[in-house]
């Protein structure tokens, strides 16, 4: 059987992980994220999960999967699928049957809580397979299906999605080897959220070893893929230089806080970060140095996802509760990131430098005040790390930090014209709102040096934002409304003139009206 670990949901292994994939091979012993009644179980010589007891019981065990809070503003974002294996070598009875709890509120299952969870076995012979809602002490079978299906001994695949409706949705593969089918669907307005996943067993003695669970799932909606395969790693391919990015940091975090740095993948690949690094640059001979691995197992980046590198998950949580909790990877250890000044460097696992950024505390939105807890965001992912007007403070609105989600200035400008103010008014209150003016630029030819200075409208230069830069062929820089004083500029019009001059002698000048707005 195959496994892969694609970032484990579970607050204290050494990466806190958004997806789980677990067929039970990696060793003889349970894994050791797993919680509960560890001896009434064991990793069988068919490398599945089976009870091991010799006498009658309730034997659970669980871990928490921690599943994202579907009453945050982000509910649209999160879609989650469970797949599991289950094979029972009895027939169901009120005492001998099993329970599936993909969401519980406590990891004490079959107590009093609220859950959902699939149960597996009942008196009579109309055995069927039922997901249930639980609210406190009673439950409901909100989904049923065929009566008898599971009567006697079986081994069948389930599959529950839940989307962003808050629609559960039921599927079954009856023999374990053919496709799914739907058994039926159920929309929950109140959803009750739980972060724990377990699985319950009840039995009498002549069936303390009759329960075997096998190819669990947890993550984002498959799309018919079949994670448990030897060619799901196939797709995994090599990172170039760019194709991952570094996208927000957290370098001054508030008292007691923790940094963070936020990577995007700004490709169509699917990257696997095993051995990939973290490192900065040394202050005395400006070597990278201080290297440290992300994560020695498997860890699966998705095209345009975010990720989040920290070294305490919960503390980030704590601050930013808006944090995409599925996004994260909790690192033994981060380089060490001055307050004040910095270069974060990531490494692929061959030491190939993919991206690095250098901060300073006066990138920050100068009328904050104090960068601490402030964090840097990206502004556009195709404009160089290295542009220091390519970043801005995260906006007061989301609670000055957006990990593991779309930056709060995030600004996609594009534009055919040569040069393009985009917007025209813009007002630099910090709200995530039009904070910047971005100015776009596009020559014909390679190899124009560009000055860009501000003037009010009383023709006085307030800003040298560029100095004999050497230009790409297109581009952006971003005006945060902040002058040579360091203050914020007055509202009224202002005139952006863009002066490119090319080897060949040939001028550029363009003059181009912005206007700052409170």
Not at 103 to 119: D, K, P, V
Not at 200 to 223: E, H, M, R, V, W
Not at 246 to 274: A, C, Q, R
């Amino acid at each position: 059987m195959y496994r892969i670990i694609f970032f484990f949901l579970i607050f204290g292994s050494p990466c806190l992980r958004a997806q789980t994939i677990e067929s039970f091979d990696k060793s003889t012993s349970i894994p050791s994220y797993w919680e509960g009644n560890i001896n009434q179980f064991q990793v069988n010589s068919d490398q599945q999960l089976q009870l091991n007891d010799n006498k009658a019981g309730t034997s659970s065990i669980y871990f928490n999967s921690i599943i994202p809070n579907h009453s945050s503003i982000f509910i649209n974002a999160y879609n989650i699928e469970w797949q599991i294996k289950v094979k029972q070598s009895f027939s169901g009875s009120d005492n001998n049957n099993s329970r599936i709890y993909l969401m519980a509120e406590q990891s004490t299952l079959r107590g009093t809580m609220n859950a959902y969870f699939i149960q597996l076995g009942e008196g009579g012979s109309g055995d069927a397979i039922k997901f249930n809602r639980q609210e406190g002490i009673s439950y409901t079978p909100e989904i049923a299906g065929a009566a008898g299906a599971i009567a006697s001994s079986f081994e069948i695949r389930i599959k529950v999605i839940l989307d962003s409706t808050n629609t559960w949705s039921l599927y079954v593969d009856y023999d374990a080897t053919s496709d799914f089918e739907l058994i039926g669907s159920f929309v929950d307005p109140n959803l009750l959220v739980g972060s724990y996943f377990g699985i319950s067993c009840k039995y009498t003695s002549s069936n303390a070893s009759k329960f075997y669970f096998d190819d669990l799932y947890i993550g984002q909606p498959l799309a018919g893929s079949d994670p448990f395969i030897d060619s799901s790693l196939m797709f995994i391919e090599q990172a170039n230089q760019h194709d991952l990015i570094i996208n927000e940091v957290l370098s001054d975090p508030l008292p007691f806080g923790v940094d963070f740095i936020e990577v995007y993948n700004n490709s169509d690949k699917t990257v696997n970060l095993k051995n990939w690094q973290l490192a900065n640059l040394d202050n005395y001979d400006g070597n990278i140095s201080n290297h440290k691995i992300i994560c020695d197992d498997n860890c699966i980046v998705y095209p345009e996802e975010y990720i989040v590198l920290t070294k305490d998950s919960s503390n980030i949580q704590f601050e930013y509760p808006a944090s995409d909790r599925m996004r994260f990877i909790q690192m033994e250890i981060l380089p060490t990131y001055s307050n004040a000044a910095g270069t974060v460097v990531l490494l692929n696992d061959s030491n190939l430098v993919i991206d690095s950024m250098s901060y300073h505390e006066d990138m920050q939105f100068a009328l904050l005040g104090s960068g601490e807890g402030v964090s840097l965001e990206r502004l556009h992912f195709d404009r160089p790390s290295s542009e220091i007007t390519n970043w801005h403070s995260a906006a007061e609105k989301v609670g000055f930090a957006t990990p593991g989600y779309q930056n709060s200035q995030f600004n996609l400008v594009s534009s055919d014209l040569e040069i393009a103010i985009i917007p025209e008014s813009f007002s630099p209150n910090n709200d995530g709102f039009d904070d910047v003016v971005n100015i776009n630029y596009n020559f014909r030819k390679a190899g124009f040096v560009g000055n860009i200075s501000l003037y009010d409208s009383y023709g006085r230069k307030i800003k040298q934002l560029v100095n004999n830069e050497l230009l790409s062929m297109s581009g952006t820089f971003s005006w945060d409304g902040i002058n040579e004083n360091n203050t914020l500029s007055f509202p009224g019009i202002y005139i952006v003139y863009f002066e490119a001059f090319h080897l060949d002698g040939e001028v550029e000048k363009f003059k181009e009206v912005c206007v700052l707005a409170r």
